[in-house]
């Protein structure tokens, strides 16, 4: 990834009809940590796009002194429980880095996730 995490997503997000990108805080992470938020954030996104439908998705990156979050949030129609094979890639990525994945779907539609890397 050319320029970082940082750069990556943005552009990324740019790409994305109805995408938006905010990051918070001065992000420092190796660059297989960076990989890897990159790759779950592509999966999720195209994810809701494909399955979900949404037509509106908010990408944001935040880091503090101890740990970096990634929150894709979306206007979809929900996330089927359990999700699929792509859902069970994120988990395992981040589970090499101690990381957590935590699903949110709103009974109005839509969903959010937030995956959290220790730092």
Request: aromatic letters at 6%; hydrophobic letters at 35%; proline letters at 2%.
């Amino acid at each position: 990834m050319r320029g970082g995490l940082v750069s990556a997503l943005h552009d990324f997000a740019r790409s994305v009809p109805g995408a938006e990108f905010h990051t918070y805080g001065d992000i420092r992470l190796n660059k297989e940590q960076e990989l890897t938020l990159y790759r779950c954030a592509y999966e999720l996104v195209n994810n809701a796009l494909k399955y979900a439908e949404a037509t509106h998705i908010d990408l944001q990156l935040l880091q503090d002194s101890h740990e970096v979050t990634l929150t894709i949030s979306d206007n979809g129609k929900g996330m089927a429980e359990g999700g699929g094979m792509g859902l069970q890639n994120i988990r395992e990525r981040i589970q090499a880095y101690h990381g957590t994945l935590r699903i949110v779907t709103s009974e109005n539609g839509g969903t959010e996730i937030n995956i959290t890397l220790p730092l």
